[in-house]
């Protein structure tokens, strides 16, 4: 696998003050760029964003203790930190540096966008194309207004591939992040209603997630998921953006990426699929039928970007969920006992990657004596509609064979509400106050599925099974869920 050197300079002072109109107190190489000075690394540059309930600058000195070569800050900043390049704005100043980054760049440049599966298809991406060369990606979930330009001013000189998650909450919002990323290359995932506070229709967030077409070039490629009813939507919207290559992928025998052959299991998938002509044979660690047409998506960027399949392919025997997204706990409640079964979809959640999860969740099989115990958080920004796209998961979670479900949010009083009595394990509408309820109720052998919107804190549930094992201090509530973290 070949990734990036961290240790080589991305910017010089000249460069980031050319880049962002800004003025260097000293000279200095950054070989890195941060926003979080908890996280700041040797050589980072800090810059100090500003938002409604945060200032940067005030951790600007803890950024330059923790070895930043240098912090960016506006002209008005008064505090001792130094070296510091000051800006006129920082956030106008992180998007100088993106855009002063995706200009010198030579590296194959491709945006994932989706209303679900957009960070998992980003790290199976950049799981194969770092097997092919240099390859720079974005962190975590950075996808929004700060996170695009973040992943972007990280971009090394020498990648030969950049991938860039791409989110959005609101119609224009895309826009301004395709004009950043500039894909070469734009994969949409899905489109799903989630999210859909924001938007009248599900056919208005195909039109929001089809803006990323708006910083395409004629040469651009196009790669979108046939099985969606919204295909048709997003590749008209690809032909008005004078895009001539777009490339379907899915079962529908149009595609050309089709799953050929899939055989699924509890832990993992294999696959036969028909990738642009070429014929590949993989496994997959990551379960869930989801997982598999997202592989197909993220195989024909690498295709289309003229990589070799056959060792992405390979490369693809490392992946693992990502935590939040999937990823498994084995807990030893009691000696001598089958171990607790955790699958932690803690991260985020809307009704299509409810259903996504509750397909794997029944593929599960508890021990004997075990049960399948769902943990749901409430799934946010659906706007009016939310209380019946909550009640409408009833069947589907009694058809993934559940048999006791526990309930977190106001929103999700509705599924409690739509099951049968003997389903409900417990309703609370703060996660601390529900883990306390789960813990009174779990035994060896259950399998227990906890999901929900970052905003409902079902990460906290988690940890709290993990510190009941333990017998460690009591878990603390996960970091306040940042902005981009419930971003479609």
């Known amino acids: 696998m070949t990734t990036i050197d961290n240790s080589q300079s991305i910017w010089t002072a000249e460069e980031a003050a050319a880049a962002t109109n800004g003025t260097a107190s000293h000279s200095f190489t950054a ?19 500003k938002g409604e309930n945060f200032d940067g600058h005030s951790f600007a000195p803890h950024a330059i203790a923790a070895g930043a070569a240098a912090v960016v800050v506006n002209h008005d900043y008064d505090g001792d930190a130094a070296p510091k390049l000051a800006v006129g704005d ?58 695009v330009p973040l992943s972007l001013s990280n971009l090394a000189r020498d990648a ?14 895309m826009t301004a992040l395709a004009a950043q990323v500039k894909p070469h290359i734009a994969l949409i995932t899905t489109i799903e209603p989630a999210h859909i506070e924001h938007f009248k229709t599900v056919e208005a967030i195909a039109d929001a997630k089809a803006e990323i077409f708006t910083g395409m070039d004629a040469g651009g490629i196009a790669i979108l998921n046939i099985d969606n009813p919204h295909f048709a939507r997003l590749k008209a919207a690809a032909e008005r953006a004078g895009i001539r290559k777009i490339y379907g992928f899915g079962e529908d ?28 044979k993989f496994k997959l660690n990551i379960p869930g039928k989801h997982i598999v047409i997202n592989s197909l998506g993220a ?17 693809l025997r490392n992946s693992e969920p990502t935590e939040g997204r999937g990823n498994r706990h084995s807990i030893n409640l009691q000696d001598g006992q089958p171990p607790l079964t955790i699958i932690d979809e803690s991260y985020n ?11 794997v969740f029944e593929m599960v099989a508890p021990p004997a004596g075990g049960r399948r115990i769902a943990v749901l958080g409430d799934m946010l920004e659906l706007g009016k509609d939310g209380p019946q796209l909550h009640a409408g998961l009833a069947n589907p979670l009694l058809l993934a064979k559940t048999d006791l479900l526990f309930c977190c ?3 999700m009083d509705a599924l409690y509400q739509a099951l049968p009595p003997d389903w409900r394990g417990g309703h609370t509408n703060d996660s601390r106050e529900l883990a306390k309820v789960l813990l009174e109720t779990v035994k060896p052998g259950d399998v227990i599925l906890v999901k929900g919107s970052a905003g409902s804190k079902m990460g906290y549930i988690v940890h709290a099974l993990q510190a009941a094992a333990t017998a460690k201090q009591p878990p603390k509530m996960p970091e306040k869920a940042k902005e981009q973290q419930d971003a479609l």
């Open 31 to 49: 070989t890195g760029v941060s926003i979080d000075s908890r996280t700041v690394k040797n050589g980072d540059l800090f810059i100090a964003l």
């Open 160 to 173: 030969k591939y950049a991938v860039f998650e791409m989110g959005m909450n609101h119609a224009g919002e």
């Open 299 to 315: 195989l024909t960027v690498v295709k289309a970007a003229g990589g070799n399949l056959q060792k992405a392919v390979e490369a």
């Open 349 to 359: 959640a809307n009704p299509a990657s409810m259903l996504a999860a509750f397909k």
């Open 90 to 147: 920082t956030q106008k100043a992180i998007e100088g540096l993106g855009a002063a980054s995706r200009a010198r760049t030579t590296a194959t440049v491709i945006g994932v966008t989706g209303s679900a599966g957009k960070t998992g298809t980003k790290e199976m991406l950049s799981i194969m194309l770092s097997a092919l060369g240099p390859t720079h990606a974005s962190k975590k979930s950075f996808n929004n207004h700060w996170g």
């Open 253 to 280: 025998e149009d595609a050309q990426s089709r799953l050929v052959d899939c055989t699924l299991h509890a832990d993992s998938s294999r696959i036969t699929a028909d990738i642009l002509g070429e014929r590949v």
């Open 409 to 411: 949010g106001p929103q």
